[in-house]
């Protein structure tokens, strides 16, 4: 008995996986769902890792097509809860000037016609059916991100490249129909997907962290919702949910092998009276063995196809075909059918709405704070520089008759307790409470007595806030950096550590400007 492992996941950073078959040189387009391969891969290299003697004892099996690994799709909640989305099914014809909203669209599968003029329908990459009549269509949301290749062969004529990725905030759900009994193996298989996974390609480039929303057990079949309810007689409406392929008698790959459908379905005389389909060219990458998987030209998901038969498809080969899919690689969540009810009745195409996320409805993880404190401490710190460089350039130092060798003496003291700032600060109004005793005491003119400007800009730095110093007028630096209080970023060490290296490159410029 097959039992489905439901999971959805999240992606909470951008999620890139190449797609081989479309991507080109200078270009990486990717795939707009999770491929079950990807999952495969996820599940099983932690499976090897944490549970070593379990995989070795179930690796056969674990490869083999009792368990298999199918495609994560978009889900979507709305008004009317949430639905699982399944491809948008190819075949369907519009007319184009027709403004938007809630359409008629003719269905070419039915009797292999439509209206002069109409073109075809534009259904996004997903949908759910909804009063057997109305399409809803979804699509992902897309960037892509540019950049340069700094060592190219001299064969290679571009060093500029695009890579495509899925922006974060989608949801996704997939399924791991598992026919073993091994109750171990579903446990471990289950706990592989809970937390945080990381998958997909640029994953060290901060790409491919997704959260497990949940993952258990289920006791429905995928899609059951659009498969008929009884037996069915002459013909019914076939659907691709994932790429598919199958082998004639002599092994040869042959789209789909209509004798061999017919025997799965126990019905005589099985034709495909009418089809809208597209093709696919399947690449891969052994990981192991370091080489491509042989590529496999296959009917791409949405495709359908209208069958017409004598006697009677019995609802039982109906789930059968269903649960075990058709063709090549179905461990890998190729070859996954439905049979969809009262798909000729279809008139109507809506696009969808649902509910965004926003990264504040995430649960946050301790590594993932710590990791954002560390990228927001580093960019405070840079913000700082360029500002406090600008402000030294542009200020004038206002020193009065505070000579080149007391602020000398300053920089000195500042240099030497560099590591020490709290030390330094206490050197240097040591040394300035000293040296204005030291000027009271002696026999100078009032206006000579000007030192005192320059030691209280620097008990200024000292003491006060060095942003409302170098950032009081441009306000460049915010309140908070990355969402986090600016005042939490740093330490009072750290901050004390950026105000002495204010005060020495202050100093020093000064210095240069006046040719010293």
């Known amino acids: 008995m097959i039992k489905y492992l439901k999971y959805e996941i999240r992606n909470i950073e951008p999620l890139r996986i190449a797609d081989d078959s479309t991507s080109q040189s200078g270009q ?16 099983i290299s932690q499976l090897a890792n944490i549970n070593k003697k379990l995989f070795e004892d179930n690796k056969k099996e674990l490869f083999s097509n009792k368990i298999k690994f199918l495609n994560a799709y978009l889900t979507i909640e709305n008004e009317g809860g949430k639905h699982v989305l399944m491809p948008s099914p190819k075949g369907f014809y519009e007319d184009k000037r027709i403004e938007k909203g809630k359409k008629e669209i003719q269905n070419v599968v039915v009797a292999g016609d439509f209206s002069e003029g ?47 990725y899925i922006q974060e905030n989608h949801l996704f759900t997939g399924y791991i129909a598992i026919e073993s009994e091994n109750i171990e193996l579903k446990d471990e298989i289950k706990k592989t997907l809970k937390d945080i996974v990381t998958i997909g390609n640029a994953r060290s480039a901060g790409f491919g ?6 993952c258990d057990y289920v006791n429905s079949i995928p899609y059951e919702q659009y498969l008929p309810a009884e037996n069915v007689n002459k013909e019914c409406y076939m659907m691709l949910l994932s790429n598919t392929v199958m082998r004639n ?27 809208s389909t597209s093709t696919v060219d399947v690449k891969g990458y052994n990981r192991t063995w370091k080489t491509k998987i042989p590529s496999m030209l296959m009917f791409e998901q949405g495709s359908v196809f209208h069958l ?53 409805e995430f649960k946050e993880s301790d590594d993932d704070m710590a990791t954002i404190n560390i990228i927001a401490q580093s960019y405070y710190r840079r913000l700082i520089e360029k500002v406090a460089q600008v402000y030294i350039v542009t200020n004038s130092f206002a020193k009065g008759d505070a000579s080149n060798s007391q602020l000398g003496n300053i920089e000195a003291i500042a240099v030497a307790n560099k590591y020490n700032p709290k030390r330094a600060f206490e050197l240097i109004n040591a040394y300035m ?33 060095l942003i409302d110093i170098i950032d009081a007028d441009r306000k460049i630096i915010r309140e908070k950096i990355m969402n986090i209080d600016r005042n939490n970023i740093l330490d009072d060490d750290a901050v004390d550590r950026i105000k002495l290296d204010f005060l020495i490159n202050l100093i020093r410029f000064d210095n240069k400007e006046g040719g010293n």
Do not use: W
Request: proline share 1%; with cysteine.
């Open 209 to 214: 962290k997704c959260e497990v929303v949940s």
């Open 118 to 164: 109409y073109k075809r329908a534009a259904l996004g990459r997903y949908c759910y059916f909804e009063n057997d009549d109305c399409i809803y269509y979804y699509n992902v949301d897309i960037n892509s991100d540019m950049k340069i290749k700094i060592n190219i062969d001299k064969s290679e004529k571009q060093n500029v490249f695009r890579n495509e």
């Open 308 to 360: 017409t038969f004598d006697g009677e498809f019995k609802y039982e080969n109906i789930l059968k075909i269903v649960n075990n899919g058709i063709g090549e690689r179905k461990n890998e969540g190729f070859g996954r059918v439905v049979f969809i009810n009262h798909y000729g009745d279809i008139k109507y195409k809506c696009p969808g709405d649902c509910k965004k996320y926003s990264i504040s």
């Open 249 to 275: 008698e002599l092994g040869e790959l042959c789209g789909i092998d209509v004798h061999e459908l017919e025997k799965q379905m126990e019905v005589d005389n099985l034709d495909i009276k009418y089809c």
């Open 28 to 43: 990486t387009i990717t795939l707009r769902y999770i491929p079950g391969s990807t999952i495969r891969g996820y599940v």
């Open 433 to 465: 409470n000293h040296t204005e005793d030291k000027e009271d005491s002696s026999n100078v003119q009032k206006k000579r007595r000007s030192i005192k400007k320059a030691f209280s800009f620097i008990r200024k730095i000292i003491n006060s806030d």
